[in-house]
């Protein structure tokens, strides 16, 4: 069963995209919905090219590590105002196996590489030709942006935030799931 955490906040238009009609969400939240491990379906191949250089694939952190990733653009407001919450959970969080990747969409790469420096982003993002967010279509589907996914160790999609995401909701999120880790054994 998929369970409802927080209150609602506006968000970037991805064209059109209504949460309320897609898979996963729950009546009353389209802010955040976190999945029941049973309930879990798995996250796409995330490979590809990362912003200044390099490639990344999810493949190589599943089964270690929780993943959250943050689907943005430099063009966003709600993506500018949480970029500070982002990379202070990553600080908080990133020595207890939790990797963060950012999935940049819709931006010129001069625009996108000035943001990240600007807001002293650390972790990695990759650059998506629109195929990365179309990948949480089986699961639970970008519907807006800036949209953030927990990912399981597992590879499952633990839990999205669409919408801005603060830093104590999105640090509720991957608490729910490290704590899941201490009852399985995993982490």
């Not at 590809?48 to 599943?62: E, K, Q, V």
């Not at 650390?122 to 800036?146: E, N, R, W």
Request: hydrophobic share 40%; proline share 5%; with cysteine.
């Amino acid at each position: 069963m998929a369970i409802a955490l927080g209150a609602a906040t506006a968000g970037c238009s991805d064209g059109g995209s209504d949460p309320a009609a897609q898979p996963g969400f729950v009546a009353g939240d389209p802010a955040s919905t976190f999945v029941e491990v049973a309930e879990r379906k798995p996250a796409p191949d995330l490979t590809g090219p990362l912003l200044g250089g390099g490639t990344y694939s999810l493949a190589t952190d599943r089964g270690d590590d929780i993943v959250v990733v943050n689907v943005w653009g430099s063009w966003c407001g709600p993506c500018r105002s949480e970029a500070a919450a982002l990379e202070e959970v990553y600080q908080e969080v990133k020595d207890k196996g939790v990797q963060f990747l950012g999935i940049n969409t819709r931006d010129q790469e001069a625009q996108a590489l000035a943001f990240v420096a600007n807001k002293g982003i650390t972790y990695p993002s990759l650059v998506d030709d629109g195929a990365m967010q179309a990948g949480f279509a089986s699961s639970l589907p970008v519907a807006g942006i800036p949209t953030t996914f927990v990912i399981d160790r597992s590879g499952g999609v633990a839990a999205r935030a669409v919408s801005e995401v603060s830093y104590t909701r999105l640090l509720e999120l991957v608490e729910a799931v490290l704590a899941e880790d201490e009852t399985t054994g995993l982490g």
